[in-house]
C-alpha cells in the first residue's frame, strides 16, 4: 500500500562531502514558480559556513591535485554520468522552480554534460599545452610547469547556466584546485542535486563544497579570506567586481572574470600557477 | 652610430659620511691584495640635465623641476633628472595613445620584430657605455653590468623581437590582440634590464608604452630612449619619464592607461593594485620575496656554499629573488657556517668600476639606512652575527656582508624582505620540515635546492610554492625562462612564452 505522498527532498548545503544545514539557521522559503504553493526551505550558508568550507577545501587540495591527471579525468566524467543519471530530476526541479520549458531545462543539463566530458578529457592534456621547456642560454635543463593556485572560489552568475557552472566548476578542479561554490538564487532549487552528483563521482570529500548564499552577501568575507587563493567571479555587477578585487588584495589573490568562452584551454590556465625549474647539465 | 665624446668628470667630495654597523663579530680576515683594475668612463657622457623622452623627443617637463641623482659609491651628485608631474604624465600617455592608434598600431608584427632586434643589436654595440653607465649611476659592480644586466638586456630584446610576428601560436583557435597602453613602473636594482623585460614583450606584443624608471637610477633608461630613436621606431611608442611616487601614481591614475606593470616591493604592489580596483585597467607585478635555499646533507657543499653566496650577496643582495634565507640540514650546519664564514671574508667590497670587486655600493642611502636598522634590529631579536672584515670605501654608500645563524622562523629578518646583503641561516632535521620551513613565508616568489639526489631535488622543487626554483644553482636568469612569484609574491610572469600573456588579450 503506497500513502499517495511524496517524499520531499530537503535541500541542503553540500560540505565536506556531507549534506548539512548551514549553523546559522537562515533559510529562505522558495514557492513553485508563479505560483504560492510552498517548493522547499532553502537553507543559506553563513560567514562560519563558508570559513568551514574553507577549512574542508583546503585538506582536501592537495590530494586532489596529487592524484594523477588520467585518474581526476575519470572523476571528472563520471560526474557526467551522474549528472545524465539526474537528467530527469534536473529538468523536473527547473520546470518547476525556474518555470523553464522540458526543451530549455533539457539544454541546461546537456550544457552542463558537455562541460564535464569536455574537461573530463582535458585533464591528462593541457599541460602538454601549457608547460613548457625552455631554451636557455647556457647548460640547463629549464622547465616550466603548471599546478594549482589552491582554494578558489567560484561565485555563480546570477541568470541560471548550468553549462557554464559547470565549465567553470570543471576547470577549476581540472587544474588541481578545490573548489567552493556560491551558488546565488536561480540555482537554490538544484542545489542537493548538484552536491548529489558530486557527492557520488569519486571526489576526494572537501573537493567542492557548496553553499547556497544570498547575493553578495558573503563577498567581503571570501575575498578577505587569507587562505583562499583565487576567485572565479562570474557575476557581471561591476561594483560588485571592484569591491572583491579590493578585499582581495591582502593576500593577492587571484581575480578572475568570466571569459566567453566557457570550454577553453585558458578556462584552465586561469587557474594555474606556473612554476620554473633550473638544473644544471653537466657530468 | 656615433660614439659619445668623453668628458672627464671631476672627482666630488662625498656630501654624507655613512655611518656602517659594526660586526659583533668580525673575522680574522682573508687578505689577498688584488691590484686595483679601474673600468674607465671615458666611454659614458652624463647630461648634467636630463629631460623627459615623450614622443619620441627630450622634452622639459611642465613641471620645470628637476631633481639629483647620485652616484652611491661616491655619494656625489652626477645629473639632474626632469620631475614629470600630472601634465607630463597626461603628454606621455597621449603621445603612447597616439602612437597606439597610428603608425605603430598599423604596423605588421614583421616590421615590429625587425625594430626590436636593431634594439638588441645596439644594445650589443654600445654594451660597454651601458655597462659603465650602470654602475656609475647604481653603484653594482661593473663586472655585474658588463657579464650580466647588459648581456641580458640585449638577450630580452633578441628573444622578444622573434615573437613579435609569431604571436597567434600562443593560443591557437583564439584572437590575439595587445591591451593598448602600458604604464611600466620598474625599480632600481637592475635599472636597464629591468627596462629591457618590461619594454620588450610589451612592444613584441603591439603596445605602446608609458615607463618609468626608478628615481635613483634612470640614466640608462634614458640612454635606452637614444637607442630606439638610433633603431627608427615610431615617436610615443616608447615614452620614459621620470620622477618618484608621486609620478608613479599619476601614471597609474591615468584613465587611458590599459594596463600597468610594476615591479618592486609587495606593499606598493598592493596600493597600486588598490588604486586601480575600480577600474578594467589590467595588471601585472613582480613583487618581493624572502627565498629559502635549502642545503641538504648530501649536497655538493663547495657549490652549494658558492651558490649561497652567489644567491644573496650577488647584487649587493638588491635581488627580488634573493636567497636571503638559509636552511641547512642539521648535521652539516656546523661545516656550512664555517665555510660561509670563510668565503664571506674573502668577499670583495669596494668601488664598483674596480673590475675585482664582489660588492658594489649599496644603491641609496635611504637604503643603507634601512639595512643599518634591520640590522640592528635583527641583533636585537638575537641570533649569532657574523660580519666581513672586508675594508669599506672612505666615502660612498657601502655596507659589509653579513649573515645571523641559530635564528627561529619567527625572527624579523625572517620574515621581511631587506634588500640587503644579509642572510640568516636556519636548520632542518627532515625533508618535509625543510618544505614547511621554507614555504612559511607570504611570499612565493623563488627558492634554491641543494642536492646531488635527483629524485629528491624533483620531490622537494614540487612540493616549494615558489614561481622559480633553483635546483643546485641560484640566480640564473634567461629571457626564455618565465620568472614570476606566487602569493604576495606578484601576479603573471615575465619572459618566456608565459610572460608574453601579460600583454596581450585573448578573445
Not at chain 2, 650589443?124 to 653594482?140: C, H, I, N, P
Not at chain 2, 666615502?395 to 629578518?413: D, E, I, Q, R, W
Request: aromatic fraction near 10%; include cysteine.
Amino acid at each position: 500500500m503506497t500513502s499517495g505522498l511524496n517524499v520531499l527532498k530537503t535541500i541542503k548545503l553540500y560540505m565536506n562531502g556531507e549534506f548539512v544545514r548551514g549553523e546559522s539557521g537562515k533559510y529562505s522559503t522558495m514557492k513553485y514558480y508563479n505560483s504560492d504553493k510552498h517548493y522547499a526551505h532553502i537553507t543559506l550558508g553563513s560567514r562560519k559556513d563558508f570559513r568551514g568550507a574553507v577549512e574542508s577545501s583546503h585538506a582536501a587540495q592537495p590530494g586532489w591535485s596529487g592524484k594523477t591527471a588520467y585518474n581526476r579525468g575519470q572523476i571528472l566524467y563520471r560526474m557526467a554520468e551522474m549528472m545524465e543519471g539526474k537528467r530527469a530530476e534536473i529538468i523536473s526541479v527547473l520546470k518547476d522552480t525556474n518555470g523553464l520549458s522540458e526543451k530549455e531545462a533539457n539544454a541546461e543539463v546537456d550544457g552542463a554534460i558537455d562541460s564535464f566530458v569536455y574537461y573530463a578529457g582535458f585533464s591528462d592534456k593541457y599541460t602538454s599545452l601549457v608547460d613548457n621547456i625552455n631554451p636557455i642560454n647556457g647548460p640547463f635543463h629549464n622547465f616550466t610547469s603548471s599546478e594549482a593556485m589552491g582554494v578558489t572560489v567560484l561565485v555563480c552568475e546570477k541568470k541560471l547556466n548550468l553549462g557554464r557552472f559547470a565549465a567553470q566548476m570543471s576547470a577549476i578542479i581540472c587544474g588541481g584546485n578545490s573548489c567552493i561554490a556560491l551558488l546565488s538564487e536561480n540555482y537554490w532549487s538544484v542545489v542537493a542535486s548538484l552536491g548529489e552528483v558530486f557527492a557520488t563521482s569519486d571526489l576526494p570529500k572537501g573537493t567542492i563544497n557548496i553553499l547556497a548564499t544570498t547575493n553578495n552577501e558573503l563577498l567581503e568575507w571570501f575575498a578577505g579570506h587569507m587562505e583562499v587563493k583565487a576567485v572565479s567571479f562570474q557575476d557581471q555587477d561591476e561594483a560588485a567586481i571592484y569591491k572583491v578585487k579590493e578585499w582581495g588584495i591582502d593576500n593577492m589573490k587571484r581575480i578572475i572574470l568570466p571569459r566567453k568562452d566557457a570550454l577553453c584551454l585558458e578556462m584552465i590556465s586561469d587557474y594555474l600557477e606556473f612554476k620554473t625549474s633550473w638544473h644544471p647539465i653537466g657530468f | 652610430m656615433i660614439k659619445k665624446t668623453s668628458k672627464t668628470k671631476k672627482p666630488v667630495k662625498a656630501v654624507k659620511t655613512v655611518k656602517v654597523v659594526k660586526a659583533e663579530k668580525k673575522s680574522k680576515g682573508f687578505k689577498i691584495d688584488y691590484s686595483p683594475s679601474l673600468e674607465g668612463t671615458s666611454i659614458v657622457t652624463i647630461k648634467p640635465r636630463n629631460e623627459l623622452f615623450i614622443g619620441g623627443k627630450f622634452v622639459a617637463p611642465k613641471s620645470n623641476k628637476y631633481f639629483d641623482t647620485v652616484n652611491p659609491a661616491t655619494g656625489e651628485k652626477i645629473s639632474e633628472l626632469a620631475l614629470a608631474n600630472k601634465d607630463d604624465v597626461d603628454s606621455a600617455v597621449k603621445a603612447a595613445r597616439h602612437a597606439y592608434n597610428g603608425e605603430w598600431g598599423k604596423m605588421s608584427g614583421k616590421d615590429r620584430g625587425r625594430l626590436l632586434f636593431r634594439v638588441a643589436r645596439i644594445l650589443q654595440e654600445r654594451a660597454r657605455e651601458f655597462a659603465v653607465l650602470e654602475t656609475l649611476d647604481g653603484g653594482k659592480p661593473i663586472k655585474e653590468s658588463r657579464d650580466v644586466d647588459v648581456p641580458l638586456a640585449a638577450q630580452h630584446f633578441f628573444y622578444h623581437a622573434g615573437w613579435a610576428d609569431k604571436l597567434d601560436y600562443l593560443a591557437p583557435n583564439k584572437k590575439v590582440s595587445p591591451v593598448g597602453v602600458c604604464g611600466q613602473i620598474i625599480p632600481w636594482n637592475f635599472p636597464l634590464l629591468m627596462a629591457a623585460w618590461k619594454l620588450a614583450p610589451a612592444l613584441a606584443c603591439g603596445n605602446t608604452v608609458v615607463l618609468k624608471p626608478a628615481e635613483t637610477t634612470s640614466l640608462t633608461a634614458l640612454l635606452l630612449a637614444d637607442v630606439f630613436n638610433e633603431a627608427g621606431f615610431p615617436a610615443g611608442v616608447v615614452n620614459i619619464i621620470t620622477g618618484a611616487g608621486e609620478t608613479g601614481a599619476a601614471l597609474v591614475n591615468h584613465p587611458d592607461v590599459n594596463k600597468i606593470a610594476f615591479t618592486g616591493s609587495t606593499d606598493v604592489g598592493k596600493l597600486i593594485a588598490k588604486s586601480i580596483a575600480h577600474s578594467n585597467k589590467k595588471l601585472s607585478l613582480e613583487l618581493g620575496g624572502k627565498s629559502a635555499n635549502i642545503i641538504f646533507a648530501d649536497a655538493a657543499i663547495d657549490q652549494a656554499i658558492e651558490g649561497v653566496v652567489n644567491g644573496i650577496y650577488f647584487n649587493q643582495g638588491h635581488v627580488c629573488c634573493a636567497g636571503s634565507r638559509l636552511l641547512v640540514e642539521e648535521s652539516i650546519v656546523d661545516e656550512v657556517v664555517k665555510k660561509l664564514q670563510r668565503r664571506l671574508d674573502m668577499i670583495r667590497v669596494g668601488n664598483p668600476l674596480d673590475k675585482n670587486t664582489d660588492l658594489g655600493a649599496i644603491n641609496s642611502l635611504e637604503q643603507l639606512n634601512k639595512i643599518n636598522e634591520l640590522v640592528d634590529l635583527g641583533k636585537k631579536e638575537g641570533g649569532d652575527f657574523y660580519q666581513s672584515s672586508s675594508p669599506l670605501p672612505k666615502k660612498g654608500y657601502y655596507f659589509a656582508p653579513c649573515m645571523f645563524s641559530n635564528v627561529t622562523s619567527a625572527h624579523t629578518l625572517n620574515r621581511i624582505e631587506i634588500f640587503g646583503p644579509v642572510l640568516t641561516i636556519q636548520t632542518f632535521r627532515t625533508p618535509d620540515e625543510a618544505i614547511t620551513k621554507a614555504n612559511d613565508s607570504r611570499y612565493g616568489l623563488a627558492a634554491g635546492i641543494w642536492s646531488e639526489k635527483g629524485s629528491k631535488n624533483l620531490k622537494i622543487a614540487g612540493a616549494l610554492k615558489a614561481g622559480v626554483v633553483w635546483v643546485n644553482t641560484y640566480n640564473k636568469f634567461d629571457a626564455a625562462s618565465p620568472f614570476g612569484g606566487f602569493a604576495e609574491s606578484g601576479w603573471g610572469r615575465e619572459g618566456g612564452r608565459h610572460g608574453l600573456f601579460s600583454y596581450l588579450k585573448i578573445d
